[in-house]
C-alpha cells in the first residue's frame, strides 16, 4: 500500500498546476472529445513513467534533457502563436483535428525528464515498480480529469476569440516556463 499511496501523494502534490496540467486544461477548450484527449495524456503518461520506472537515469544520459526542455518549449511556444493566428470559421470552433495525438505528443515531449518523471524513477528504486506505476498512473489520471473537465467548462463561457487568444497565450507561457527550466 505504501508504494501506491506515497508516489500518488507526492504525484498528485507535483503536478498541480504543472505545465501538463495547463497544457491539458487548454487542449480542452479546443475540443469535444474529451475522452480522446484524456486517453492520449494517459497513454503518454503510462509510457514516459513506464520508461521512467525501467530505465530511471538512463533516460538523462541519452537524451540530453536540456534538448528535450529546447525542442518542448519550442513546441508550446509554435502551437501558442499559431492558435490565435487561425481566423477562419472552422478554428473558431476551437476543435482540435486529432486531441488524442496532439495530448500524446506534447506530454510525451513535455514529461520526458521532467521532475515528476524523474521523482517516479526513484520511487521505483526504493518501492514495488508495478505499484509505483499504478500509484503515479492514478495520480496523473485524476489531475488530467479534473484539468480537461474544468478547461471544457471554463472555457465555454468565454467568447470564442479570446479563447483562442487565451489559449495561445497561455501555450507561449509553458513553452518559455519549459525553456527557463534550462536555467534552473
Avoid: N
Amino acid at each position: 500500500m505504501q508504494s501506491f499511496l506515497i508516489p500518488f501523494v507526492t504525484i498528485s502534490l507535483a503536478e498541480i498546476g504543472d505545465k501538463t496540467q495547463l497544457a491539458l486544461f487548454c487542449l480542452a477548450s479546443r475540443t469535444h472529445k474529451r475522452a480522446s484527449l484524456l486517453l492520449g495524456a494517459l497513454l503518454a503518461f503510462a509510457i514516459t513513467d513506464g520508461l521512467a520506472i525501467l530505465f530511471g537515469e538512463f533516460i538523462a544520459r541519452v537524451i540530453p534533457l536540456v534538448w528535450v526542455k529546447i525542442i518542448a518549449g519550442v513546441i508550446f511556444i509554435g502551437f501558442g502563436l499559431l492558435t490565435p493566428l487561425k481566423s477562419s470559421d472552422e478554428s473558431m470552433k476551437c476543435e482540435l483535428k486529432d486531441p488524442f495525438s496532439t495530448a500524446f505528443t506534447m506530454i510525451v515531449v513535455s514529461e520526458m525528464g521532467d521532475k515528476t518523471q524523474i521523482a517516479t524513477a526513484l520511487f521505483a528504486v526504493s518501492y514495488e515498480p508495478f505499484t509505483v506505476f499504478l500509484g503515479v498512473l492514478c495520480a496523473l489520471g485524476l489531475l488530467s480529469v479534473v484539468a480537461i473537465y474544468l478547461g471544457q467548462s471554463l472555457f465555454a463561457k468565454v467568447e470564442p476569440r479570446l479563447r483562442s487568444y487565451l489559449a495561445g497565450s497561455l501555450f507561449i507561457l509553458i513553452g518559455f516556463w519549459q525553456l527557463l527550466e534550462i536555467w534552473r
